[in-house]
Structure formats: structure tokens, C-alpha cells
């Protein structure tokens, strides 16, 4: 087991490498160059033209030793093996906009990301798990229809449209102020506020952040938990367990249950990257100083390291929560073994 | 050939009964009709005019203009319709351009003269989703093509030829599982300029891996059968046994996410200018108006109206997409 482990994450490290050699190459790739973006200040080439030719040359000079300094003047695959050799060391450079380097604004954002993400994925499969098993169990009866029907309509609504109602209709503008407009702590929070005051400051601030970011992961969950369900109910070993006088809890809980997991752990490998991509708009609405904000505040001021930064480090979640869902499998599924024939 | 009839026929019987997924291809189709005709429908143009005693069919003629076929009268030309004093005229039943700036009309609540209010530069609303039904909907089919053309030939080589290839493709496959796509999208969309063709090659060229995996598995299966030997054995070229011999069967499943991934597009699209990137900053689509939402908050209709057109479109299909795949689905029959 633990070899098979080891083994995983070593191969983490080429498709890693690939990854991030697409990403880095795309980026490069694309038109638009960092350094005019930052000299013009979003003026450009239209702001520029009104420059005498001794103030342009100035400009030049300024953009070439700038260039010079983030190595931006060499060939791309010598940057690329810089950054490369950077990482090593977890050094992911200094970000373009103010020179701070980039592990520091990594390590304050990713805890707030990884803790949004967790949390939403347990509250996904606690709640999506049981809805499931009661829909199959009852399956078209009133519960299972309407079940299915809101399950539906949550799964196609766009987390950015749930997330903008929520804003406007319960966040004090004109309407209801149920819940804060954005941030993680009231603005008045202070570290001497009693635990219980201070968690449940924090807590009211996650709690529509939370829900819009899950909900959609929760109904597609759930009805995949109930289809699951459904193909093994039908399954002839059922029929036997049944004959054989076993108690119907017994079949659905022991027999049918155990078999219907399995799916359901293996489709966490697209429900953390859509939690991962989906962090990046529900952390822009409602403005949480996670990862996904830094990326899209990087993005938007073309912060070329940050960017690069915040995609590795999400290319990298990813992968290990694929990993973690290919090990949890074996926990739920022990004929599946990823050890040798021989073992 | 009748066969193939045969199976076709069947599965739209499956799928007619269905009702919500005809609902839904009600729907998808009543939204195609609007983007055709979004001219029509939403324009500060009227569409027959009597003017200084003189006959003009202004959206007509503006069509033919920019095809380059007849130019514009000179009477109709730079004027404002709206001010304009005609005769006779008969216009559109939205009678504003989703880009017609009134900044005497800003942020105005829905009322007989904005049916759906107006945004913070005074434009039409409902004009706007008419029209910004076009983009969305040509980005969602082009985009998919793309992601069409790149899944099944990667897909079909990679499940037909087996073997290092197969291995080499799949490995491309994991490749880009791995990778945050929504990120990845925005970071190459916020360095291009913003273009919606940049943005449907874009969304395109990540979209390919579900399809592509489900192509390479029915390759995989079809393969070896009977009647794929039979053609090898008697000397077809491999490329016609790959199209005209495995592909026709393999569409089926390809089919569904084909639909679904329509949808997906359009979630993906309406995310990106809701972000404010991707699209040019002029032009009106349902994630633009959705953002504007964001700093207006009591301006409910900003928010309301937008996300439920898509909502509604990608209701449609996923209905069609998921009837479709119960009427494929020959266990069910």
C-alpha cells in the first residue's frame, strides 16, 4: 500500500512538469507583454503615441532593464528552466504588481481555499449520500420526484447567478441583510472576542460562500448516488440476499450500499477540480481572500508569477485529490487492490 | 441504410415520449430562433417606414448595406430613429439596440417603455438578451465543434490503434484532467485581446477530454468485432473503415455529451464575461449584465433576468441531452 503511495506521487511529479510546461507556454505564447502593460498602466500603445521621442526612449530603456530583471528578455525555454529550478526551492519569484514574492501571498491564501473546499466537499457527501440512498429506496414515490426535480434545477443553475441573487436579495442593499456582503471576519472582529463569538462570526461569513459553492457538486452527487443505487438494486445478488430472508436494511445498507460507494468515491475526481475552478468566482463575489481571487486579481493584472503560482498549486490539489479519491477507493472496495499480482 | 433509419426512428420515439426533454428541445429551439432572428426582434430600426413621402424598409436596407449590395439611402443614414419624423413606421416589437447608450435613462426600473429596465449606461435589457443570445449560443455550438473535431480523432486513433499510442494519447488525457481548465481559460483569455472567436478556440481546446474518452472506449469495443474484421480482411483503407465503418456507431454516446457540453459552453461563456473577460468591453452578453448586478445591488432586474436566460438555455440542453441519452440507452428499452 504505502509503495503504491510513493509510487503515485513520484508520477504526480512528470504530470506535473507537463502540466504546468502547457500552462507556462500558453502564457508565454499568448500576445501581450507584461512589461508595456505595466509601463503604460493600461494606456498602451494609444497612450504612448503622445510621447515625445526622448521620453519614449526613457520609457524603452526603463521596460528593457525591468525585462532584464524578471528575465523576461530571454528565450522562453530558459524561463521556463528558471522557474523550474525556482520551484524547487518553493520559490515561485516576485509578483509583478509590487514585488513581494509570491510564496508569501500563497501561504496566507491557501488556507482559506483549501478550508472553503473541504468543507463544502464534506457537507456535498453528507448530504448528497443520504438523499440519495432515500430516493432509491423510494424511488417514485412523491420525495423521489420532487427530490429529483429540485436536484435538477440546482444542478443547472450557474454559481454565479445563485451567488449575485444572494448578494443582492440577502446581503443588506435594498432588500434583506441576512448575511455579510463579503470577507471572512465583521469588521469590528478582534482577537479578543470569546472563541464561540469569533466562530461564529466566521461561520455566518462562510455560510452563503459555502452553499453557493456546493450546492450544484451537492445535486449532481445526489443523483448519481441514487442511479448508482438503482443499477445495484437490480442486481441478482440482491434477489439472493432477499431470498435468502435477509432484513431489507440489511440488503440496502449492507449489500446494496457498500457496492453504490464505489462510483460515488470515484466521482470526487470531478467534483474537487469543479470546486477548485468554482472558488475562483464565488471567492470574486463575495470578495474572500482566498486562492481563486488571488488568481483572478492576478490574472487581470497579467502578474505572470502569481499566475503561475496559483496554477500550479491548483494543478497540484487536483492531482492529489485524485490520488485521494484512487485510495479511498481501495478502503471501499476491497477487491480492488493496486499492489502487484503477486502481493 | 433502412437499418439505420430503423434505429434513428426508434430512438426518437423513445425520446418524443419523453416530455420534459421535448420540452426542452422546444426550448433550445425557440432560443436558436431568437438569435437568428435577434435583428428582428430587438432594433431601433423600424422595419417599413413612410418618410418625407418616401418609402424605406430601414432593416432591410441596412442588411443589404453591409453585405455591400445596395448602400444605405442617404436619408437613413447616421439618423436617429427614435427622433426621427415619420410618416408611417412600423417597428420592431423591442424597439432599442442592446448597445444604444441613453445616460439620461440609467439603471431604470422594468416599465412599459423597458420591459426588462435598463443597465447603468441606460441600455435595453431585453434588447441585450436577444441579442446576447447570438453570442452565447454561437459559442456553445462552434465551440463544441471544435471540441468535437479534436475528441473523436484523438479518441478514435487512440481506441482503434491501441497499443504505445493509445498509451501516449491517454497519458494526454490524465494530462489535462489534472489541469484547473476554468483557470486556464481565463488566464489565456485575459492575455488575448478580447474576441469571441479567441474565446470559442479557447473553450474548444480544453472541452475535448470527455468526448475524447468516451470515443476511444467505444473504439475499443467495436474494434474487434466480427464485422470490423470482416472489412479489414477484405482490404478497406483504414481510414474508411475508421469513419464509415466504427465511427456511425460510436456517434450515439458521443451524441449526448455532445449536447451537454452545448450547455457546459454556455455556463463557461456566460462565467467569462460575467468576470469581464473574454468578450470586448462594448459588446452586451448574459454574463455582462449579470456583473453589472454586482455594483448595483438594488437594480434587481440586473440580476434577475440575465441569469435566468442562462438558466433557461442550459435547462433546454440538458434536457435534450439526458432524454437523449435514456431514448440511446438500450437497457431501458
Not at chain 1, 197 to 226: E, N, Q, T
Not at chain 2, 34 to 59: C, S
Request: aromatic share 12%; charged share 15%.
Amino acid at each position: 500500500m504505502w509503495t503504491y503511495v510513493l509510487q503515485r506521487l513520484l508520477l504526480l511529479i512528470p504530470t506535473l512538469l507537463g502540466i504546468t510546461f502547457i500552462a507556462f507556454a500558453l502564457i508565454h505564447l499568448a500576445p501581450g507583454d507584461p512589461a508595456e502593460l505595466r509601463a503604460g498602466g493600461g494606456l498602451g500603445a494609444a497612450g504612448a503615441e503622445g510621447l515625445s521621442t526622448e521620453k519614449q526612449s526613457a520609457v524603452d530603456e526603463a521596460l528593457k532593464a525591468w525585462r532584464a530583471q524578471y528575465g523576461l528578455d530571454k528565450p522562453f525555454h530558459i524561463q521556463y528552466g528558471y522557474w523550474l529550478r525556482n520551484l524547487v526551492t518553493l520559490e515561485f519569484g516576485d509578483s509583478f504588481k509590487d514585488n513581494q514574492p509570491v510564496w508569501h501571498k500563497i501561504r496566507e491564501r491557501l488556507p482559506v481555499t483549501v478550508q472553503l473546499n473541504i468543507i463544502s466537499t464534506v457537507l456535498i457527501y453528507l448530504g448528497a449520500v443520504p438523499l440519495g440512498i432515500y430516493s432509491a429506496t423510494h424511488s417514485y414515490s412523491f420525495g423521489d420526484q420532487v427530490s429529483t426535480f429540485v436536484a435538477f434545477a440546482l444542478y443547472a443553475l450557474p454559481s454565479y447567478w445563485i451567488g449575485t441573487l444572494a448578494i443582492v436579495f440577502l446581503c443588506g442593499g435594498d432588500y434583506f441583510y441576512l448575511f455579510p456582503p463579503g470577507g471572512l471576519t465583521s469588521v469590528d472582529a478582534s482577537p479578543n472576542w470569546p472563541l464561540g463569538k469569533r466562530l461564529l462570526d466566521y461561520s455566518w461569513h462562510l455560510c452563503l460562500p459555502v452553499i453557493v459553492l456546493s450546492y450544484s457538486g451537492f445535486a449532481g452527487l445526489s443523483r448519481f448516488m441514487r442511479s448508482s443505487m438503482l443499477e445495484n438494486l437490480r442486481q441478482d445478488f440482491v434477489q439472493t440476499a432477499r431470498a435468502k430472508g435477509l432484513a431489507e436494511r440489511l440488503v440496502i445498507y449492507k449489500h446494496v450500499l457498500r457496492n453504490s460507494l464505489i462510483p460515488v468515491v470515484t466521482i470526487m475526481t470531478s467534483i474537487i477540480p469543479g470546486l477548485i475552478s468554482g472558488s475562483i468566482i464565488i471567492e470574486t463575489i463575495f470578495s474572500i481572500p482566498g486562492l481563486g481571487q488571488l488568481g483572478y486579481e492576478a490574472v487581470l493584472a497579467r502578474d505572470y508569477p502569481v499566475i503561475m503560482a496559483v496554477f500550479t498549486i491548483s494543478s497540484l490539489l487536483t492531482l492529489l485529490s485524485i490520488l485521494l479519491s484512487d485510495l479511498l477507493l481501495t478502503v471501499v472496495d476491497p477487491r480492488i487492490t493496486f499492489s502487484g499480482r503477486s502481493a | 441504410m433502412d437499418n439505420a433509419q430503423n434505429y434513428w426512428s426508434r430512438v426518437w420515439q423513445h425520446f418524443k415520449r419523453n416530455i420534459l426533454a421535448v420540452a426542452g428541445l422546444w426550448v433550445s429551439g425557440g432560443l436558436l430562433l431568437i438569435a437568428l432572428f435577434a435583428d428582428i426582434l430587438a432594433n431601433d430600426k423600424p422595419y417599413y417606414m413612410i418618410y418625407q413621402g418616401k418609402m424605406f424598409f430601414p432593416i432591410l436596407q441596412s442588411y443589404l448595406d453591409s453585405l455591400g449590395i445596395a448602400p444605405l439611402p442617404d436619408e437613413l443614414r447616421l439618423v436617429d430613429f427614435a427622433t426621427l419624423s415619420a410618416e408611417r413606421a412600423i417597428y420592431p416589437p423591442i424597439r432599442y439596440r442592446p448597445n444604444r447608450v441613453d445616460l439620461l435613462d440609467p439603471l431604470a426600473e422594468p416599465s412599459g417603455d423597458h420591459w426588462l429596465g435598463t443597465d447603468k449606461l441606460g441600455r435595453d435589457v431585453l434588447a441585450g438578451l436577444i441579442h446576447g443570445s447570438r453570442i452565447s449560443l454561437s459559442i456553445g455550438f462552434v465551440s463544441i465543434g471544435i471540441a468535437v473535431l479534436i475528441g473523436v480523432v484523438l479518441g478514435a486513433t487512440a481506441g482503434y490503434f491501441g497499443g504505445w499510442i493509445d498509451l501516449v494519447i491517454s497519458r494526454i488525457f490524465e494530462l489535462m484532467l489534472g489541469i484547473p481548465t476554468f483557470f486556464l481559460i481565463l488566464t489565456i483569455a485575459a492575455t488575448l485581446r478580447p474576441n469571441i472567436f479567441y474565446t470559442m478556440l479557447i473553450i474548444g481546446l480544453t472541452g475535448w477530454v470527455g468526448i475524447a474518452r468516451l470515443t476511444r472506449n467505444e473504439f475499443l469495443k467495436v474494434r474487434n468485432l466480427d464485422y470490423v474484421t470482416a472489412a479489414v480482411s477484405l482490404g478497406v483503407p483504414t481510414p474508411r473503415i475508421l469513419v464509415r465503418h466504427i465511427l456511425p456507431n460510436a456517434l450515439a454516446p458521443v451524441l449526448v455529451s455532445v449536447v451537454l457540453g452545448i450547455a457546459a459552453a454556455i455556463l463557461t461563456e456566460s462565467g467569462l464575461s460575467f468576470l469581464g473577460i473574454g468578450v470586448p468591453a462594448d459588446l452586451v452578453t448574459w454574463g455582462s449584465i449579470l456583473n453589472e448586478a454586482r455594483s448595483n445591488t438594488f437594480a434587481w432586474w440586473l440580476a434577475v433576468f440575465p441569469g435566468a436566460a442562462i438558466f433557461l438555455a442550459v435547462v433546454a440542453y440538458y434536457l435534450v441531452g439526458e432524454g437523449l441519452r435514456d431514448a440511446l440507452d438500450p437497457r431501458l428499452q
